[in-house]
Structures are given as C-alpha cells and as structure tokens.
C-alpha cells in the first residue's frame, strides 16, 4: 500500500534537506521531486522503488549514526571513571599534603625550641 501524496511530498521534503552523494538515491530523489513538483501521477510502483532506496540509505545512516552513539557513550563513560578516579587520588594526595604539613609545623616547633 503506497502512502498518500501528501505524506510522500512530506517524505521528500525531509530527505531535500540532506545533501546526498549516493547516485542511485540522489537520481531516484531526483526523478521523485521532478514529478512531484510537475503535479504528475506517481505510479506505485514507483513510490515502492522510491522508498525502498530511502529505506536502504537512511536505514545505512541510521546504524552507522547508533554505532556511533554507542561509542561516544562508551568513551563518555570511560572518561567519566578517570574522572572519578583522579578526584579520588586528588583526594588521597590532598590528606597526605595536610598530614604532612601537619608533621613539618610540629617539626618547627621543636627545632625552634
């Protein structure tokens, strides 16, 4: 069953918005925007030709687009430890600083005795 004309001019204009350098799908945009725009009889088995190269293309997008995400977070997530890691020692490291100032001033007052 073909979608009604509106929402394939609809379809259309969103994939105008993306520049395309695939042939096959920026020729059967192409063709599919020409006929729109001429007001002519889309058959369906044209439209079912059509969306099946914006399934393909936008579908390749679409995974490449998750992998991606699920990267980043992946990455997001490993930066995020370090992050809690280095404030944990920075923690550790600021108590061994105090401790030690703590020693060194008892230290003064002895050696000022």
Sequence with gaps: MSPDRKALEALV?????????DRKMRRAHETMTARLEKNEAVSDRDTAAYLATVKAYFGSFEREARQNL???DRRLARVGQLQYNLSAERGVTA???????????????????
Excluded: H, M
């Design 13 to 21: 204009g969103d994939v105008s918005r993306f520049y395309i350098r």
């Design 70 to 72: 699920t990267d980043l």
């Design 95 to 113: 108590k061994r600083v105090e401790v030690t100032q703590g020693v060194l001033a008892r230290l003064a007052e002895c050696d000022a005795r």
